[in-house]
């Protein structure tokens, strides 16, 4: 997994227990699949200007440990796997290399009317350039 964002934990982000409120994970688990897309020469305005674009159509992440307000975390992430029109992206929020929470989140691909198109071959290639681990062939 490449660490592609860093956040520090703002005290609004923290719950009346004064850990980060698990709902906040999903908004970290989003800025990272953006930084990682930045990463590898696909920034979302990139995305619509190449007519195509990625919706979310399912999240899922485990809990470990709490992080508190003014933790640093790193978030890391790859892409587990590219389908025809699918991308499913791992995800891990770490505190000093300590996983608190981890993940997935898929995202389906579409074209300017938001129906579901295929993954260009571009961005595929892209990705495995990117990662030292390449994703599942499915």
């Known amino acids: 997994m490449h660490e592609v964002f860093e956040n520090t934990v703002r005290f609004e982000e923290t719950d009346a227990q004064g850990i980060v409120f698990y709902g906040n994970y999903v908004t970290f688990q989003d800025e990272t699949v953006t930084a990682y897309l930045s990463a590898v020469g696909y920034p979302y305005e990139e995305l619509e200007a190449a007519d195509w674009d990625v919706h979310v159509v399912h999240v899922d992440l485990d809990y470990r440990k709490p992080a508190e307000f003014a933790d640093t975390l790193q978030n890391a992430i790859r892409v587990d796997a590219i389908t025809e029109s699918s991308i499913e992206f791992d995800y891990e929020c ?9 993940g997935s989140v898929v995202h389906v691909a579409v074209d300017e009317s938001g129906a579901p198109t295929r993954v260009p071959e571009a961005f595929r290639d892209a990705v495995v350039a990117f990662q030292d681990d390449p994703p599942d062939p499915v």
Do not use: K, S
Request: hydrophobic share 35%; net charge negative.
């Open 94 to 102: 770490r505190r000093d290399g300590e996983v608190l929470a981890e």
